[in-house]
């Protein structure tokens, strides 16, 4: 089923931390173009394994961590 039927996605809650998490984010973010919500999880998957945030250039991406409210970035 296409990504592209929903309003935007959210990465990462509770998904943990790894490669193998890392790559399903990467699949997801390669194939969908709207708007992404990303939580602590995604956002250290990210940190640990892209970390120019190649997959995140050019995107409309709001960051939802543990301890902040959520925040927009354009990256």
């Given amino acids: 089923r296409s990504l592209e039927v ?9 998904i943990g931390v ?4 890392y790559l399903l984010i990467k ?3 390669e194939s969908y173009e709207g708007p992404v919500i990303i939580d602590a999880d ?3 998957d ?4 892209d970390k120019d945030f190649e997959l995140l250039k050019n995107r409309k991406i ?3 961590t543990d301890m902040s409210p959520i925040g927009s970035i354009t990256i």
């Fill in 6 to 14: 929903n309003d935007a996605i959210a990465v990462g809650p509770g």
């Fill in 27 to 29: 699949k997801l973010l």
């Fill in 42 to 44: 995604g956002i250290n």
């Fill in 46 to 49: 990210l940190c640990r394994y």
């Fill in 18 to 21: 790894g490669e193998k998490q």
């Fill in 62 to 64: 709001s960051f939802k």
